[in-house]
């Protein structure tokens, strides 16, 4: 990574935190990322989170969101994540789910506001659990 592209994440990194944004996972020792996060595992449960955290890695493969305060889910982030098998949103405050990607096999989803699921299932060929 070249000096410019490092400073240019750097600033992105501290306009996210100073406007409040969480950060879900860092290699940076100054960033304080409120996930815990390993090679296909990204752990966001039980943080009170209210927004969507940003940096999720685009490698994901299970996503726990669970037992926070999201209202919604960042459909754009999500639509990145082309390895995500399972994604748990459960107690949460969502009354509707985006649009998820195709990958998906397991969605837990209970406890949350939903009044509109039916165009959510559409062209999920490998799902298996909701």
């Not at 306009?15 to 595992?41: F, K, M, Q, R, Y």
């Not at 009170?48 to 493969?61: A, D, F, K, R, S």
Request: net charge negative.
């Amino acid at each position: 990574m070249d000096s410019t592209s490092l400073i240019c994440c750097l600033l992105f990194l501290w306009v996210d935190l100073s406007i409040g944004v969480e950060v879900a996972c860092s290699n940076d020792t100054n960033v304080n990322a409120v996930c815990e996060c390993t090679e296909i595992t990204v752990d966001c449960a039980n943080r009170g989170l209210n927004e969507w955290p940003v940096g999720i890695p685009v490698n994901t493969q299970i996503l726990y969101m669970n037992n926070n305060n999201l209202k919604e889910i960042d459909e754009d982030a999500l639509s990145k994540l082309h390895k995500l098998g399972t994604i748990n949103v459960n107690n949460n405050l969502l009354s509707k789910l985006p649009s998820l990607p195709k990958t998906i096999g397991n969605i837990h989803a209970d406890t949350n506001l939903l009044t509109d699921i039916s165009t959510v299932f559409n062209d999920l060929p490998f799902l298996r659990i909701l």
